[in-house]
């Protein structure tokens, strides 16, 4: 499948991007009523917490005052039949004055829990909204994935990170163990082994390693890896690392790659095909995405009901594609690219101008600052959109 302009010139990301579009559509309809719900509620719970406590100071404030005055005139008429009275007057307003205090610091505990649970309950339904359109709908996001093996449990992480928005996913694995075999298949590094029958002598051999197990892997969008290989008892443990052409190999901590006899065995090109086996092994293994984090300028997007900020970074690099199918397009109303079936079958797709700034137009003043950036808006244009995607 091949995804183009009207010009036949290849879209910087090879997806179909009026789909796309429409599922950007849609979750942005459904979050923001949903942040702006939280905004509202947090703005009222902050009047009523306010009110609480001026209730409070002006409380604690009475009685002060009102202490001071009793014990002012207590001072003036100080006889053995006024004391009795002036404590037991004290003790009346203390005690009145902290039932009302319980009252309303009730009223602020209440609040604050009940306010959580609200604000979690609704962040949750983000969260899940956003899940499944982060992990393949950010452009141009700079992609890293770690996993990792102890014992018989592989687990991992992958991090997504475009113009100061990062979001991180845990990963779910359709198996257990990874060996090398099931990872990049066949591997064989050069290594010092003793041979001979009577006397034994140091020789480099070509050691086979597939059945090692990868006990760590990183790897990232600009295909640079790092992997570690051990074997079940931890005796035998290597580290490839590297990206381009250029790679390091390690036994143990002593590099392979530095030595002129033993790095002369190494097989290069067969090291900068993994790469390339690592990404097929995760578009085929990895079985379960759960969101846990989303950040913007390294802060909590989620709790800080900044999402419509995350948003706002992904509408600049769909602005990006939107500028070049108008400028590449023959109706400037449309944003229009082709598909390319494996058969040679093309097909277009296309989606107006105007019908995603009305639906984006629905959703309220966000929605049409959106439009205005992803250059839908004929007021706004898209400001040197050809430079964002990467």
Known sequence: MKY?????????????????????????????????????????NKESLL?????????????????SLVKKLAEEIDTAETRPCVDAVLATCSENVE?????????????????????????????DIISHFLISGVYGAEK????????????????GSVSGLQYRYKLGFSEEGLTVGKLIGSLSLPGWTKTGLLRKEEKIKMQELSDLFVTSLEYDSQKNIRLTLEDKKAKRKFRIEGGDTRYFVYDEDKEITADKEM???????SLARIPEKIQAYLKTNIRTYSL?????DEEDAISNNQVFDCLKVIAEQ????VNECLTKGHNKEEISIKVEEADGTRTEKYITRAEIYNQLSEI????????GILGVDTRAQVKDSKYLIV
């Open 364 to 371: 309220g003043s966000e929605g049409v600052e959106l439009a």
């Open 144 to 159: 890293s994935f770690e996993l990792s093996t102890k014992g018989n449990t592989l687990s991992g992480q992958m991090e």
């Open 4 to 44: 183009t302009y009207q010009d036949s010139t290849e879209l910087p990301m090879q997806r179909d991007f009026t789909e796309d579009m429409k599922t950007f559509m849609g979750v942005t309809a459904r979050v923001i009523p949903l942040e702006n719900s939280i905004i509202e509620i947090k703005c009222k």
């Open 318 to 321: 769909y602005g990006v594609i």
């Open 292 to 296: 846990t984090n989303v950040l913007i």
């Open 263 to 269: 790095g002369a065995l190494v097989d290069m090109g």
């Open 51 to 67: 009110a609480l406590r001026n209730k409070i100071e002006q409380l604690n404030l009475f009685e002060e005052r009102f202490n």
């Open 99 to 127: 039932k009302k205090r319980q009252v309303f610091e009730t009223e602020i505990k209440k609040i604050d829990s009940g306010a959580s649970l609200e604000y979690q309950k609704i962040e949750t339904s983000i969260v």
